[in-house]
């Protein structure tokens, strides 16, 4: 009945948001390249690719979990360099980053729309041999086509947020018609095994991987350098910096009150924003207009002294951007809810600071703040005030930084260990030692 019903009720469901969905890939960008492969039309080359080798197909959703995966598959192409990736992605951003990352074994594509038709032609193109989900996404379709074509799939750093599990309970007995098709899931954390237990997973499909995101080895390698494009602008390298990172709607104009508390100490201090979504730029540029401080964007280089406040308008360089930083703000935890990622700025060895609303990350912020190895504000004057006394206190900088590695090295060895789990999927082995 769950099946009959999905089938029946998705399609109306999806003619519903496309307007919405179409007119948010058009704000994004670079959607119309590939776009048929969301309804599994795949170019001649890319067909002819796919009858060669043995191919896993890797999903993932947008930047984050693509990165997760290009870890991932450093890992197994290390140990299986025959293999062949299909990473496939739903977000235009994700996949232009995938398709500049590419190599000859493995290839991006994007994720096809979870109706029937498309996923049987994905799979009789791709022929993968095992599927490997990452984080949260479980598409009903995808998995119910290839649990009756006898196709292991795996689901990988499996995060819930407070929200996912109570909305993950609430339907928890319709979940149990996709989650019981899982071969295995590997876990973040210990303290998840209870829900997914309660989803119809039973003790033996239960591993406990930890995080490949927060895994402080096997990380991509060094990325840009981007100090001289700082100096392009005019950027001192005694300029002291504060990066907002991935920045939610109302947290940019929270970072300009703080820029002008910084500068009754720190007049030469400079404010680098990198939103949430590059395609409210300009949106930010208009509402920081009455200001009264210069802006600048990064793709629109411009002569004159240098910009107070640099908007990042540009997607997959936030990791790299990291290391010009003097200090961290993780948006999306002031003004909006869930917070974002804070590992890639601590593995950068850059002091971190956060709102309270993190609850898409609440296990890595509990350990941080357990150990002193970030710091929680609530408004744009307690943020300066942080700031400030980051860029005084060399020593508490330092520890900070120290501290925060410190909370990430319960996931050291989550790459491997994910790989490993993979591997045993995919050849039809166990994985005992990694059991919750």
């Not at 591993?207 to 390698?221: I, Q």
């Amino acid at each position: 009945m769950t099946r009959f019903l999905y089938q029946l009720l998705f399609p109306l469901a999806f003619l519903v948001i496309l307007p919405c969905y179409l007119a948010r890939m058009f704000r994004r960008g670079g959607y119309r390249r590939d776009f048929g492969q969301r309804f599994a039309h795949y170019s001649p080359e890319l067909r002819a690719r796919f009858e060669h080798g043995e191919w896993i197909w890797v999903h993932a959703v947008s930047v984050g979990e693509l990165l997760i995966a290009l870890k991932l598959l450093d890992e197994l192409h290390r140990r299986h360099p025959a293999w062949r990736f299909a990473l496939s992605s739903t977000t235009s951003t994700a996949h232009a980053l995938a398709l500049a990352e590419q190599t000859d074994w493995w290839v991006p594509i994007y994720t096809p729309v979870d109706l029937s038709p498309f996923v049987r032609r994905a799979l009789d193109a791709i022929r993968p041999r095992a599927i490997v989900l990452t984080e949260s996404e479980m598409w009903p379709n995808f998995i119910w086509t290839a649990q009756r074509r006898r196709i292991p799939v795996v689901l990988i750093n499996a995060r819930v947020s407070p929200r996912s599990a109570r909305r993950y309970l609430r339907f928890a007995s319709v979940l149990r018609q996709v989650t019981r098709h899982l071969q295995a899931v590997g876990l973040q954390e210990k303290s998840h095994a209870g829900l997914w237990a309660r989803l119809g997973l039973s003790a033996q499909r239960l591993h406990l991987t930890g995080s490949v995101k927060y895994d402080p080895a096997g990380d991509l390698p060094p990325g840009r350098d981007f100090r001289p494009v700082l100096a392009a602008f005019g950027f001192m390298p005694s300029d002291p910096i504060l990066l907002g990172g991935s920045t939610h709607e109302g947290e940019e104009e929270i970072l300009a009150q703080c820029l002008r508390i910084l500068r009754t100490r720190f007049p030469a201090a400079r404010l680098l924003i990198a939103p949430r979504h590059v395609e409210r730029t300009a949106k930010i540029a208009a509402s920081l207009a009455p200001s009264g401080y210069r802006i600048a964007r990064r793709t629109d280089p411009q002569a004159g002294p240098a910009p107070d406040i640099l908007l990042l308008d540009t997607t997959g360089e936030l990791r790299d951007w990291y290391a010009c930083a003097d200090a961290v703000f993780m948006g999306k935890s002031l003004a909006g809810s869930g917070g974002q990622n804070p590992v890639e700025a601590i593995l950068a060895g850059r002091p971190v600071l956060f709102g309270p609303r993190m609850g898409n990350f609440a296990a890595l912020r509990t350990a941080l703040l357990a150990v002193g190895g970030a710091v929680e504000i609530h408004d744009a004057e307690q943020l300066a005030a942080e700031t400030i006394r980051l860029w005084t206190d060399p020593a508490y900088r330092a520890k900070l930084v120290e501290n925060a590695g410190c909370a990430l090295r319960p996931h050291l060895g989550a790459t491997l260990r994910t790989a490993e789990l993979v591997e045993n999927v995919v050849m039809g082995s166990d994985s005992p030692q990694t059991r919750v």
